[in-house]
Every structure is written in structure tokens, then in C-alpha cells.
């Protein structure tokens, strides 16, 4: 009898210790399922693939538009157009032409205005910019990408240019009465710009530029552009 009473307090324990084992098991797979989907949504992790955009034998078409701010009595718009080719993504050449809108600082109207000095001053701009066009060299040394409120990655590449090309100005003297004449002069420049791509053949391009010319009065004529435009890559 005892022999018996052994064998079926051994098969209960059995029963009972596969029995907890089972439920501990299955509330574990739900605590493990719950733990999962807690961790998962607190580590989950944009994955960074390669690259949207790839230049390299590309051909890119760009039209843009900005101001040329540093000049004391006149506020210049350049409204222009390039042309890109990519020897390597690294590595390119542009060819650039924007023609050059002319409007007359605040400060200017306000010393020509004669009621605030009751006299009328007339301000002498013995050279104003009409257009520009050049070649230059590009270098992309940066590729990378940054995210937008942790849910939208954007790729971008930051360049370097240089270049030469020709600035087209209108000039007058006072040995000539006011007269004004065209003029044309040999201008370089140096650059840097970023694209912010938002797709493999559409870009942002944000950029700023500083040219170098003689001026008419003597001395070099150094204005600063800075741009935004489209690029179109094809």
C-alpha cells in the first residue's frame, strides 16, 4: 500500500511540477511578447542604406535665383541658370550664367529724398552689375544624411568651387557727364554650397559665392551672392 501511495504522490508531483512548468513557460512567452513590443518601439532604429543619389556620369540642369547684398546703395537679384557635369562624385564641372536685377537701396532713396536734408543728394554709382557668366571646378569632399524629427532621413553632399568666367557691369564717369558705357571684365570666383536631395533626381541647392573683378575707380570689386534653386539630374 505505502509502495502505491508513492507511486501516485509521484505521478501528482509530476502532473503538478509539468502543469506550473507549462503555465510559467506560457506566461513567460507572454511576458517576453509584451517585453518585445516595449523594447522593439523604444530601440527600433531608422536602418541606413546606401545612398539615394548617385553622380557619377550624371548630367544636372539647375535655375536659381538670390541677392547680392553687400553694396552700400544698390540691392542686386540674380536670376540664372547652370549646367553640371559629374566626373566622378566627387568631382565636376559647371557652367554658370545669371543676369543681374538692379534696384536702389534704402539707403540710397533715402539721401536722394530732399526732404529729410531739404537739399537732394545724388548718390554717384560709378559701376553697377548687369550680369555674369564662367566655368568652374566642383568638389563634393562630404556626403551624408540627417533626419527630421527622427521619422524622414534627407541625403545631402556639401561642395567647393572654383572659378573664372566674365562680369558684365555698366560704368559711367564724371569726366562724361554721367554718361554710362558697358563694360566687361575678367572675374574669379570661389564657392560653397549644399544639395538636399529629396529624390535620385531632384535637388535643393543652397549656395553662396564671392567674385573677384577690377573696379572701374580703381582697387578690386568683391560682391558676395547667395543663391537657392532647383537641380534637375538626368
Do not use: C
Not at 157 to 172: I, S
Amino acid at each position: 500500500m505505502k509502495g502505491r501511495n508513492f507511486v501516485v504522490h509521484g505521478v501528482l508531483a509530476a502532473f503538478i511540477g509539468l502543469f506550473a512548468s507549462s503555465a510559467f513557460a506560457q506566461e513567460a512567452g507572454v511576458l517576453d511578447k509584451y517585453l518585445d513590443k516595449y523594447w522593439g518601439a523604444k530601440r527600433e532604429v531608422k536602418v541606413i542604406q546606401k545612398r539615394l543619389f548617385q553622380k557619377d556620369g550624371r548630367h544636372e540642369l539647375g535655375i536659381y535665383g538670390g541677392t547680392i547684398p553687400n553694396d552700400e546703395f544698390m540691392m542686386y537679384y540674380p536670376i540664372g541658370l547652370r549646367y553640371d557635369y559629374y566626373f566622378s562624385e566627387d568631382i565636376g564641372i559647371e557652367l554658370f550664367g545669371s543676369y543681374i536685377i538692379p534696384v536702389e537701396s534704402e539707403l540710397s532713396g533715402f539721401l536722394s529724398d530732399p526732404e529729410n536734408f531739404n537739399v537732394q543728394i545724388n548718390t554717384f554709382l560709378p559701376q553697377k552689375l548687369e550680369w555674369t557668366a564662367g566655368l568652374e571646378g566642383l568638389w563634393s569632399p562630404v556626403h551624408g544624411k540627417i533626419g527630421l524629427f527622427t521619422s524622414k532621413l534627407f541625403h545631402f553632399d556639401f561642395h567647393l568651387a572654383v572659378g573664372v568666367g566674365a562680369m558684365g557691369t555698366e560704368v559711367a564717369t564724371r569726366e562724361e557727364g554721367g554718361d554710362r558705357k558697358k563694360k566687361y571684365d575678367v572675374a574669379a570666383n570661389v564657392g560653397t554650397g549644399v544639395r538636399l536631395y529629396f529624390l535620385d533626381w531632384l535637388a535643393a541647392r543652397i549656395e553662396y559665392r564671392h567674385y573677384f573683378f577690377a573696379a572701374e575707380q580703381g582697387g578690386v570689386s568683391y560682391p558676395a551672392e547667395l543663391t537657392l534653386g532647383a537641380a534637375f539630374f538626368l
